[in-house]
């Protein structure tokens, strides 16, 4: 079973392509697009496609570890599940696979502020393995509450993210229709029947609510749901604000969407254990570098005194190698484990984790390194090994 799924669909682009067989159009262009002109989401995998590292040979028989600690916290490897808003219409309970997948994989899982299920379903399925995303709440009674669910549910991460200041165009969303709630045209309708398979799993499951934030909306519908969020979350964030949310949460707090080092520095300051470099998939501003391009910047100004949490663009193993060569101490991946879920429902999750996991020991191997720390120490900002 295992040996065949790999045989299919080897790769996060085989992936891409039966997703966008599987699920109806206006999901596909929620998950696949960027903003703008997209011209910032190939760049993300472009300009990592460009990434070259130099391996090392003659090290004797080798496997890889890809064991890692974070935050005081064992990892079967320097990579985990980014969050993901909106989960459920890509495909429904997306959330429950990825978290048991997760939690198989001793991977973290990281659940949106804005995912369709909560985090009292979701914690106890990452059994230990999840991380929570917050869009910090205008309201601080809103936002201690959800505080004290996400840790009595068992989260022990939180990632802030600092990249949203406002909503975004999303042209090719708006095109294809997609809205919240759903406006059922005729030919938004036809999208879902000729995606039988998705719109089977949406009947039985429901279609998708904001479980997380449900309680703080006026009513439970989604037009008010929606609305909450529009106004209630995000738009707020400052070195204050972040202040206020150390004194509510006491486990790691990582700053995601940093893509400057001077941004990086005020992070430092604040005392953040880790820096989330990240430029949220290209989502928010088509015109920012790929976020591997700044990494290297950034991890030379941090030098070891917060965590370095990288994503955007990580589609293989090899990515991820990639990613750790030039400063990252740990890796998101936000799409590729989505077009997982959207090509193979419930098997994409854990297809996803195994396919990374697989290739990422092998390059590591390839290049020369026994661990992730000798992967980290190995190369210069060039991607060439350092020579001690
Ligand atoms: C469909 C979709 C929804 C996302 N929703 C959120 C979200 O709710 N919160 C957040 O911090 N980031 C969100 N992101 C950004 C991811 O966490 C991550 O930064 C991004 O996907 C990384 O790029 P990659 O898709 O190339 O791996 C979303 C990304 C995608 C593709």
Redesign the pocket.
């Known amino acids: 079973m295992r040996s065949q799924l790999l045989d299919r669909y080897p790769s996060v682009a085989d992936l891409r392509n039966r997703a966008r067989r599987q699920i109806p159009f206006f999901a596909w262009e ?3 697009s960027g903003t703008g002109r997209d011209d910032g ?1 190939e760049r ?2 472009d300009s990592m496609r460009k990434v070259t590292l130099t391996p090392r040979f003659m090290r004797g028989e080798m496997t890889a570890e890809t064991e890692t600690e974070l935050f005081g916290q064992k990892y079967a490897a320097p990579f985990g599940v ?6 459920g219409l ?1 495909w429904p309970e997306a959330e429950n696979i990825l978290a048991k997948a997760a939690a198989k994989f001793r991977i973290p899982y ?1 659940l ?4 369709t299920q909560s985090p009292e379903t979701i914690g106890p399925l990452a059994d230990g393995m999840g991380w929570f ?1 917050l ?1 910090p709440p205008r309201d601080p009674g809103v936002r201690r509450d959800l505080l004290d669910r996400v840790k009595a549910a068992g989260f022990t991460t939180l ?1 802030v ?1 600092a ?2 200041p406002t909503g975004s165009t999303r042209e090719r969303q708006r095109r294809a229709g997609v809205t919240v709630p759903p406006k059922m045209t005729p030919l938004m309708i036809y999208r879902c029947m000729v995606r039988p398979e998705w719109s089977l799993a949406t009947l039985m499951a429901g279609s998708p609510r904001f479980k997380g934030v449900a309680k703080y909306a006026s009513g439970a519908d989604l037009q008010n749901m929606t609305a909450f969020i529009g106004t209630g979350l995000g738009g707020t964030l400052d070195w204050k604000y972040l202040e206020e949310l150390r004194n509510e949460w006491d486990g790691p707090i990582v700053i ?2 940093i893509m400057s080092a001077a941004d990086a520095k005020d992070a430092l300051s604040f005392g953040a254990e880790g820096i989330g470099v ?6 928010q501003c088509d015109g920012t570098p790929a ?1 591997i391009d700044v990494l290297p910047g950034i991890a030379e100004m941090i030098d070891g005194r917060a965590s370095i949490i990288f ?5 293989t193993g090899l990515d991820i190698c990639r990613a750790l060569a030039l400063g990252a101490d740990f890796v ?5 484990f ?1 077009y997982g879920v959207a090509a193979l429902g419930q098997r994409g999750g854990e297809h996803v984790a195994d396919m990374l996991m697989t290739d990422f020991a092998n390059n590591m191997v390839q290049l020369g390194c026994r661990n992730v720390a000798e992967l980290r120490e190995t190369y210069g900002d060039k991607g060439l090994p350092v020579l001690k």
């Open positions: 929620y998950l696949d989401a993300n995998t980014a969050p993901v808003g909106l989960t890509m990281s949106s502020t804005v995912a995303q869009y990632l993210t990249d949203v995601k969407g990240s430029n949220h998939g290209a989502r976020a994503d955007s663009g990580i589609r998101l991946c936000g799409r590729a989505m």
